[in-house]
T-cell receptor, first 115, second 114 residues
Framework: GNSVTQMEGPVTLSEEAFLTINCTYTATGYPSLFWYVQYPGEGLQLLLK?????DKGSNKGFEATYRKETTSFHLEKGSVQVSDSAVYFC??????????????FGQGTILTVHP | DTAVSQTPKYLVTQMGNDKSIKCEQNLGHDTMYWYKQDSKKFLKIMFSYNNKELIINETVPNRFSPKSPDKAHLNLHINSLELGDSAVYFCASRVGVASNEKLFFGSGTQLSVL
């Protein structure tokens, strides 16, 4: 079956520090990969996505590259802000008729950024 | 205008009670989902409907029964609530079932069973 593994949190950084949150996956076929973000008290929202190997998703200064050879989709940001404090979820959907768009999530990584 | 709205936002109830959570989306999407998020933030899919038809039914106790009266609404009814049902329940929707489409999430319903 499909699975997503993220680095354990929580992650605590100072403002302007470099962020990496590791994500690896197991899937049959060629999944689409996503990062979702959950701000305190809110639902999840899509941060970025990549749908094929070597694609790079980017948004709000965050980037992640779909690496098929290492089955990874690590999230990076060069300089974090206090407003980036949130829970970050790596996720995948397997292409194919029986997946019905079922999103499989990693366990989430809590990020706290201090001024 | 909230795209995916859930009610109530908070639900506190006693063990053994029956409760419902409602979800509505005004995006014109065909597919809706219920996810459960536990205290460690882990998200697990429960159900999905596409055009009012059940297409995903994960291993969920049959005390949980989804109902989709039309494609804009997906409600979740829970019978005989147990302590372990305490969690945040998220409704979500998307246009269809293609693998590259994003989900739109509601803001969640925090259920506390005492």
């Amino acid at each position: 079956g499909n699975s997503v593994t993220q680095m354990e949190g929580p992650v605590t950084l100072s403002e302007e520090a470099f962020l990496t949150i590791n994500c690896t996956y197991t899937a049959t076929g060629y999944p689409s990969l996503f990062w979702y973000v959950q701000y305190p008290g809110e639902g999840l929202q899509l941060l970025l996505k990549a749908t094929k190997a070597d694609d790079k998703g980017s948004n709000k200064g965050f980037e992640a590259t779909y690496r098929k050879e290492t089955t990874s989709f690590h999230l990076e940001k060069g300089s974090v802000q206090v407003s980036d404090s949130a829970v970050y979820f790596c996720a995948l959907i397997n292409a194919g008729g029986t997946s019905y768009g079922k999103l499989t999530f990693g366990q989430g990584t809590i990020l706290t950024v201090h001024p | 205008d909230t795209a995916v709205s859930q009610t109530p936002k908070y639900l506190v109830t006693q063990m053994g009670n029956d409760k419902s959570i409602k979800c509505e989306q005004n995006l014109g999407h065909d597919t809706m989902y219920w996810y459960k998020q536990d205290s460690k933030k882990f998200l697990k899919i429960m159900f999905s409907y596409n055009n009012k038809e059940l297409i995903i039914n994960e291993t969920v106790p049959n005390r949980f029964s989804p109902k989709s009266p039309d494609k804009a609404h997906l409600n979740l009814h829970i019978n005989s609530l147990e302590l372990g049902d305490s969690a945040v329940y998220f409704c979500a929707s998307r246009v269809g079932v293609a693998s590259n489409e994003k989900l739109f999430f509601g803001s969640g319903t925090q259920l506390s069973v005492l």
